[in-house]
């Protein structure tokens, strides 16, 4: 992580899938250790990782065994990993322009994450 810059570093934490490998380096790496704008990214990343995990471990599993027909119990869980997907696209974006986009809910998260270890 030593030529990688900082909004680099920020980018591939939302690349989609991967992204939680990237953001866990960052996180460990003490380079960015002083840098809150890139730990901010790297625990937002984290927790849209998250988001897509319960959903794909909790939430489908849950509509697999509802009264719905076979072919309706993937709709929902499509729908919210559609959004996650989008989400980590928008957020590459934001963050290739140099913004910081605070998502809701997992933003609140990952700045309470970033001010816990100082």
Known sequence: MHGISPR???LLC????LGWIVSIVV???ARFRADARV???????LYLFVAWL???WVVAPMFGFAFWGP???NVFPGLLKAVIFGTWIFMMVKTSQD??????ILGDLA???VSEQR
């Open 8 to 10: 680099t570093a920020s």
């Open 14 to 17: 939302y690349i989609p899938i």
């Open 27 to 29: 996180l460990a790496s």
């Open 39 to 45: 730990r901010f990214h790297a625990f937002q990343g």
């Open 54 to 56: 319960l959903v794909d």
């Open 71 to 73: 072919p309706f119990h």
């Open 99 to 104: 913004e910081t986009y605070k998502l809701p």
């Open 111 to 113: 700045e309470k994450s």
